[in-house]
């Protein structure tokens, strides 16, 4: 009996799916060695590892987005040669990136017929719309295929490219980190996709390092460390608690995160500030929110209620309407929620990005110009620091893991010697290790004596290092209460807009 007609095990048993033995190297760095893995329609298979493990390359690799220096691929039982992405969408593969591949410029219609594997040079934008709408409405993930992919919110961004690739047909769906910007509501709605893609048969690709989503949502987990894949299993014979063990060769000790001190004076204080909204994005309505010195300040919030509006009116990237920020910081690091779209220049140097705010430092100039040797033993130590080795410091930053990038942007930031951080969503798919790094570094800084701005959609995080929580519904401060006090059913109340 063929896979149509066949029983759900029986269908799971036929790979839609399957590497054997592939290999991947850049340069002397070998990002996938000698792994098989076997994917199965009706199935949701989660995939961990730390960043740079692998997991990413791996399923580029079938999505024909990198091609293979060994090993096969085969998809529904024939061997393929994939040579490039609308290939690998030809023969029903579909990866959502953990950083979108969307074109801010373009509508959501032109960003689906960009990709789309069927489309001539003859672009039928409306009948994109109607597949758009026709397949987000099957999934519940209802987008505007007329929208300016610039307006939406991530929260969208990532439901567009979930209806953009199964609009396209795809058999295979590789979701690379899909809950990581999202908040409560969404990330729920996105599992909820995957587990209704499997039950039709879809073979779901489940990159995540939440592993409370792993236990809820896959039916199989394999564990990919420097490259190897060191542990398989179906989900219910394994248990988080082994899934860390097998990601991390030592897992990190947390420290306990409240523990009682004096706060110092107000490093900021924000008086009934308003900020005009921009697009579809949220803006800020008579918010008042103060942080003191040696406090972490949580925000709490369903994606799009104005959080963005609030990080850039506390970084001065956003002038208030009406209201007053004072005092304001002299000095303010910025951790923003995309890293390689805000916090890096990609396409630059490690140095480069390592002098942003030291470039005009006398100590790095020669006869006016910087110079050389001074720049690298400023860049070696900062990199040093941060825990970040690399072969150069010429190397483009879009060349370093999620984790080693996001370490970049902090140990520049901090090295401002800042008043206040500003740490929007500073966990975004990011692994256990380099959390517990994060982690470390902000309740480092409330002990030095800075105040810190948190801004997360996953309360775990926010309930983790807080002293404090403000809760912002639809750009207006709906609560605000003691994080060591407060319960999870409150603060998910007001999230929801409940008083």
Do not use: C
Request: a negative charge; zero cysteines; charged letters at 25%.
């Amino acid at each position: 009996m063929g896979a149509e007609g066949a029983s759900p095990d029986a269908r799971r048993a036929i790979s839609a799916a399957r590497l054997t033995d592939v290999r991947k190297s850049f340069g002397e760095v070998r990002a996938v060695d000698g792994v098989s893995i076997d994917l199965r329609p009706g199935e949701v298979h989660a995939l961990l590892g730390e960043n740079g493990a692998g997991k990413t390359t791996l399923m580029k690799l079938l999505a024909g987005m990198v091609a293979p220096d060994a090993g096969t691929i085969e998809i529904a039982g024939e061997e393929v040669q994939l040579r490039d992405r609308r290939d690998g969408t030809r023969h029903g593969i579909g990866m959502i990136q953990q950083h979108f591949a969307l074109i801010d410029e373009l509508t959501a219609a032109e960003n689906q017929l960009l990709g789309h594997p069927a489309r001539t040079a003859l672009a039928d934008v409306k009948r994109a719309s109607a597949e758009l709408r026709e397949t987000g409405e099957r999934l519940g993930l209802v987008v505007d295929p007329g929208a300016r992919v610039s307006e939406l919110t991530m929260g969208e961004r990532q439901r567009l490219e979930i209806v953009i690739a199964l609009s396209a047909g795809a058999k295979v769906l590789i979701m690379d980190e899909p809950t990581a910007a999202l908040g409560t509501a969404d990330a729920a709605l996105v599992a909820e996709v995957a587990r209704g893609l499997a039950a039709q048969g879809t073979a779901v690709v489940y990159i995540t390092h939440k592993l409370r989503e792993v236990m809820d949502v896959s039916d199989r987990v394999s564990v990919m460390r420097r490259g190897r894949l060191v542990a398989s299993a179906a989900t219910r014979d394994t248990s988080a608690d082994e899934l860390a063990d097998e990601m991390v060769e030592s897992r990190p000790t947390r420290r306990p995160a409240h523990q009682p001190r004096e706060l110092g004076e107000h490093v900021v204080s924000l008086r009934a500030v308003s900020v005009a909204g921009a697009g579809r994005r949220q803006g800020l309505e008579g918010v008042s929110i103060s942080v003191s010195r040696g406090e972490i300040v949580g925000v709490a919030g369903v994606i799009g209620n104005g959080q963005d509006a609030l990080a850039g009116v506390l970084t001065g990237l956003l002038e208030p309407s009406s209201g007053e920020v004072e005092p304001r910081p002299e000095r303010v690091a910025y951790i923003p929620e995309d890293r390689a779209a805000e916090g890096l220049a990609t396409g630059l140097s490690i140095r480069d990005n390592a002098i942003v705010h030291r470039h005009r430092d006398p100590g790095l100039h020669s006869w006016g110009r910087l110079a050389s040797r001074p720049v690298l033993d400023f860049v070696g130590t900062l990199l040093s620091n941060a825990g970040i080795r690399v072969p150069g410091p010429a190397i483009d930053a879009g060349a370093l893991s999620g984790g080693n990038q996001q370490r970049l942007v902090l140990a520049r930031e901090f090295d401002l010697e800042p008043d206040l951080i500003v740490a929007n969503n500073p966990y975004r798919g990011l692994d256990i290790g380099a959390t517990a790094d994060i982690r470390e570094r902000l309740l480092d800084a409330r002990g030095r004596g800075v105040g810190v701005l948190l801004i997360s959609p996953d309360l775990d995080e926010l309930f983790d290092i807080s002293d404090r929580l403000v809760v912002l519904f639809e750009g207006r401060l709906a609560g605000e209460l003691d994080a060591r006090e407060a319960e999870l059913r409150e603060v998910g109340r007001l999230m929801a807009g409940a008083t």
